[in-house]
C-alpha cells in the first residue's frame, strides 16, 4: 500500500461532554460480541454446576420466599399461586441484581486490556449486561415449566413480556455505566454494590404485590424502574392487574434518564481509566 493510500488513524482526548459514541460501538460490534462470549465463559469457567446455576438461584430463592412469605406471612398473591407470584418477578430481578454486579466490577476486571489498546470502552459494560441474557434465557425456560406445572396456557399477552424485558434491559445496562465507572474512581462501590441490591430487591414489589400502595404513592413508587417491569411480567404470564400507565411512564422515563446521565458519565471519565485502574 502506498503512502497517499495509507489510512490514519487519529485518537483524541474525549470532549468535556463526549457524544454516546452509538457509531463506534456500531463499527466495533464484533469486539463487543467476544467480550459477551468471554465473559459468559468466565462466567462458569471451572464452576460445578456450570448454567445450572442460572437456574438454581431464582429457583432457590422462590422456594424461601414462598415458605416464610407465601405460607407463613400469607402475603397476598393477586389470585395466583404464590410461588408463580414470585419467580415470575425473580427472573428479572435476577438479570438487574448480577448486571448490576458484574458491570460494577467488568472495568476493572479489564484492565490489562484497557490499558494496551485503544477500543470504546462502553463495550465493556455492554458485553457484561449482554452476557447476562443467557442467564436470562434459562431462568425464563424455568418459569415456563412452572406455568405449564400450573396449567397455564399461552396466550396473547405473553407477548408484553418484550417490551418489559427491553426495560429491565435499559435499566441495567443504565444503573452498570454509572457503577462501572464510579468503581474505578471509588473502589469502595464494589463493596456497596451488593448491599445496594439487597435494598433494592425489598424495594421491588417481588415478595409482595404493588397494589398494597395506593395513589399517588404507587406512582412515586415506579421511580424504581424494576417495579413495572415486575407487574409487567405478571400481568402478560399471569393475568394480574396491568400496570397503569403512569407507572409505566414514570419508569420508562427514569430509565431513560438513567441511561443518557449514565452513558454521558462514563463517557466522560473512561479518559483516565488508563491511569487509575
Request: aromatic share 14%; hydrophobic share 55%.
Amino acid at each position: 500500500m502506498s503512502e497517499s493510500q495509507a489510512r490514519v488513524v487519529v485518537v483524541e482526548p474525549a470532549a468535556r461532554w463526549p457524544s454516546f459514541a452509538l457509531g463506534e460501538l456500531w463499527t466495533q460490534r464484533e469486539l463487543v460480541y467476544f467480550l459477551t462470549w468471554r465473559d459468559v465463559k468466565v462466567r462458569y469457567k471451572q464452576t460445578l454446576f456450570g448454567v445450572a446455576w442460572a437456574i438454581l438461584q431464582p429457583l432457590l430463592t422462590m422456594l424461601v420466599f414462598s415458605l416464610f412469605f407465601g405460607r407463613l406471612a400469607k402475603v397476598p398473591s393477586q389470585g395466583v399461586p404464590y410461588p408463580l407470584f414470585a419467580l415470575a418477578a425473580l427472573v428479572p430481578w435476577t438479570f438487574f441484581a448480577n448486571g448490576l454486579t458484574q458491570s460494577a466490577n467488568s472495568v476493572v476486571l479489564s484492565q490489562n486490556l484497557i490499558t494496551k489498546v485503544y477500543f470504546p470502552r462502553l463495550a465493556i459494560p455492554l458485553a457484561t449486561v449482554l452476557a447476562g441474557a443467557l442467564d436470562f434465557v434459562l431462568a425464563f425456560v424455568l418459569l415456563l415449566v412452572f406455568l405449564i406445572a400450573y396449567g397455564i396456557a399461552p396466550k396473547a399477552s405473553w407477548i408484553g413480556i418484550v417490551p418489559f424485558s427491553l426495560l429491565a434491559f435499559a435499566a441495567t445496562l443504565g444503573v452498570g455505566l454509572w457503577l462501572a465507572a464510579l468503581n474505578v474512581l471509588y473502589r469502595d462501590v464494589r463493596y456497596a454494590v451488593p448491599f445496594l441490591a439487597q435494598l433494592w430487591l425489598f424495594a421491588t414489589p417481588i415478595a409482595y404485590p404493588s397494589s398494597l400502595l395506593g395513589e399517588p404513592w404507587r406512582t412515586v413508587y415506579a421511580l424504581n424502574p424494576m417495579v413495572a417491569v415486575v407487574d409487567g411480567f405478571r400481568w402478560a404470564l399471569l393475568g394480574t392487574p396491568a400496570p397503569s400507565s403512569a407507572s409505566v411512564a414514570v419508569s420508562c422515563a427514569v430509565t431513560l434518564v438513567l441511561l443518557v446521565t449514565g452513558s454521558l458519565f462514563f463517557r466522560r471519565t473512561e479518559q483516565s481509566f488508563a491511569d487509575v485502574v
